[in-house]
């Protein structure tokens, strides 16, 4: 089974200024893909960014990029010039690929960050 | 707006009774699932339906079904309600073909009292 662990209950930063959430999984699978998640108080999930385990690129989205380490099974997350809006929780999450048809795509999650931006 | 459904919103309920949560998946999304996300537990996979059909399960109690009718729009049933039911539950869609993006709703808040 997969595991998928948040390090940091909660952060904070300043406005413009750039955080990192940490993220670290364990799996024996080779063929994998990562998420990051936003709920912010609306407690709408929104994705924020994904990670395919066979690209060595990190990906990134505007302001939001990836650390991914895959040998040591870690998928931080960064946030630069952080905005009011990016108060949320942040959720890691994992998901296999399955090879059966590709129909099983069920998400295992971290218990989440807690970032508050600060004006 | 992900395009994902869930009806209510909102929900309050005392122990022992029942109730039905409802999901209408992204037009054209085959796959969907439900999650629960307690204070306890975190956010944990329930149960999935593709097309209709049962695919896999999760950390869901006997107490609580679900099934996707041909509509494609999916319902989570829970009986039996205890305290510890109270939680947001999320229903998520994604495609068929390896798509590996699901689209989330905004989540049935339910109280047990």
């Known amino acids: 089974a997969q595991t998928v662990t948040q390090s940091q209950p909660e952060m904070s930063v300043q406005e413009a200024e750039t955080v990192t959430l940490s993220c670290t999984y364990d799996t024996s699978e080779n063929n994998y893909y990562l998420f990051w998640y936003k709920q912010p108080p609306s407690r709408q999930m929104i994705l924020v960014i994904r990670?395919?385990?066979?690209?060595?690129q990190n990906a990134t989205e505007n302001r939001f990029s990836v650390n991914f380490q895959k040998a040591a099974k870690s998928f931080s997350l960064k946030i630069s010039d952080s905005q009011l809006g990016d108060t949320a929780m942040y959720f890691c999450a994992f998901m296999k690929l399955s090879n059966s048809g590709g129909s099983n795509y069920k998400l295992t999650f971290g218990k989440g960050t807690l970032l508050t931006v600060n004006p | 707006d992900s395009g994902v459904t869930q009806t209510p919103k909102h929900l309050i309920t005392a122990t022992g009774q029942r109730v039905t949560l409802r999901c209408s998946p992204r037009s054209g999304d085959l796959s969907v699932y439900w999650y629960q996300q307690s204070l306890d537990q975190g956010l944990q996979f329930l149960i999935q339906y593709y097309n209709g059909e049962e695919r896999a399960k999760g950390n869901i109690l006997e107490r609580f079904s679900a099934q996707q009718f041909p509509d494609l729009h999916s319902e989570l049933n829970l009986s039996s309600l205890e305290l510890g039911d109270s939680a947001l539950y999320f229903c998520?869609?994604?495609?068929?073909?390896?798509?590996?993006?699901?689209?989330f709703g905004q989540g049935t808040r339910l109280t047990v009292v």
């Open positions: 990670q395919e385990a066979y690209k060595q």
């Open positions: 998520a869609s994604s495609a068929n073909v390896r798509n590996t993006e699901a689209f």
